[in-house]
């Protein structure tokens, strides 16, 4: 049961900031401002996503091999998307350049949905009961 609340907050969490917090953001402050505020919440949001997944990851194992295994690939997956895309994309802002902040934000959006993806998998399969037992 633990283990599902944890892939629940994992999943909510993912969520509410992808689709709630920074749209929020973007809609109730100029762009000037909702940018800065969101580019300081990013690296909170990684970690909360690290961590929780990797706390997801080891209460799963001991139901479901395969929703440890997306969890776990959540969490390794996070660390570079936070000490390395992050950063790239913060360095194609601050210079400017359009496109590649553009390829770089698409590609870590694409990360996050499949993030949101595979939890929601290990959710469902948590929920289910599926697994090792």
């Known amino acids: 049961m633990i283990a599902l609340l944890a892939a629940a ?17 973007f809609s109730a402050l100029p762009a000037a401002d ?14 909360f996503v690290l961590a929780t997944a990797s706390v997801a990851a080891l209460l799963a194992s001991a139901q479901d091999d395969v929703s440890a295994l997306l969890l776990a690939v959540i969490a390794a997956t996070t660390l570079p998307a936070r000490q390395v895309l992050m950063p790239a994309i913060n360095d194609a802002t ?28 290990a959710l469902v399969r948590l929920a289910a009961g599926s697994g090792n037992a």
Do not use: E
């Not at 909702?34 to 970690?47: E, I, N, Q, V």
């Open 94 to 121: 601050d210079s400017g350049a359009a496109g590649r902040f553009k390829i770089l934000h698409g590609f870590s959006v694409l990360v996050t949905l499949a993030h949101i993806a595979l939890a929601a998998i």
């Open 9 to 25: 907050l994992l999943f909510g969490g993912m969520v509410l900031y992808s689709f709630g917090f920074a749209a929020f953001l």
């Open 34 to 47: 909702a940018g800065p505020l969101l580019r300081k919440a990013f690296p909170h949001f990684y970690l």
